[in-house]
């Protein structure tokens, strides 16, 4: 069964967000006995991802629903599309340096009504020192110039607060630097005109930076994306 085939739901390695999880795992992993492997995983999805994205800008209508950033936004971007026409730009296991990176190649055709975004779950590795003050500039950067671009594209721009982690994740990551680079993302937010808010409020129910709603094995995605989806159409339609 292809990708392009798997059902949307479940965690096995081809489901959806199995490849997904793959996908996160070939981009954000530094391990060194898996580094050779890692990059041809990260290549080749990001090969797959790209054209996909170009594809569905060069045949959006004017102003379309544009969702931008690293698997959260990929998986939110599917439940929106139960819901409405949406363009989905998420690249599962993006960074906020690899996605700024990648938008020269993603031009658009027609200007965006809104346009959201999802970083920082795969900027905040424990290998990466998250809290260390060039680790955060460096994602300040990089989430700049992604959101210059977005200004530059759509009408509106959203930006999430950093979805909350599972327990399973707390290796791997540091729980301690989602509200970091949440504060990070809102200030950027007031800085450019972009509106700030938290589709991921409601699972927010375990410790400081933690939920009990993350999928098993990585604790990385949610069990379910219908309810920051939910949230998301209902703040759209508030703004009209």
């Not at 959806?16 to 981009?27: E, F, N, Q």
């Not at 959006?60 to 599309?81: T, Y």
């Not at 540091?174 to 937010?189: F, G, K, Q």
């Amino acid at each position: 069964m292809s990708e392009v085939d798997a059902p949307r739901s479940g965690f096995g390695p081809w489901t959806r967000r199995g490849v997904l999880t793959v996908a996160c795992a070939a981009l954000a992993s530094s391990a060194e006995d898996e580094g050779s492997r890692n990059r041809r995983l990260a290549a080749a999805y990001l090969a797959r991802r790209l054209p996909e994205i170009r594809a569905a800008l060069d045949a959006a209508s004017p102003g379309f629903l544009f969702v931008a950033g690293n698997s959260h936004a990929e998986l939110l971007g599917h439940a929106l599309a139960r819901r409405m026409p949406v363009v989905n730009g998420g690249i599962g296991g993006a960074s906020a340096r690899r996605y700024a990176q990648q938008t020269d190649t993603l031009p658009f055709r027609s200007r965006a009504g809104v346009a959201v975004l999802i970083l920082g779950t795969n900027d905040i590795l424990r290998t990466a020192a998250p809290l260390a003050s060039a680790t955060l500039g460096g994602f300040e950067t990089a989430a700049m110039h992604i959101l210059a671009w977005l200004h530059a594209h759509a009408e509106t721009v959203l930006v999430s607060a950093v979805p909350p982690l599972g327990p399973e994740a707390q290796m791997a990551r540091d729980p301690l630097a989602v509200d970091a680079y949440t504060a990070v993302l809102r200030r950027l937010s007031e800085r450019s005109g972009s509106r700030f808010f938290d589709p991921f409020a409601p699972v927010r129910d375990g410790g400081a930076g933690l939920t009990t709603q993350a999928a098993p094995p990585d604790g990385v995605h949610l069990r379910d994306y219908d309810g920051p989806s939910t949230d998301l159409v209902t703040r759209l339609r508030e703004n009209g």
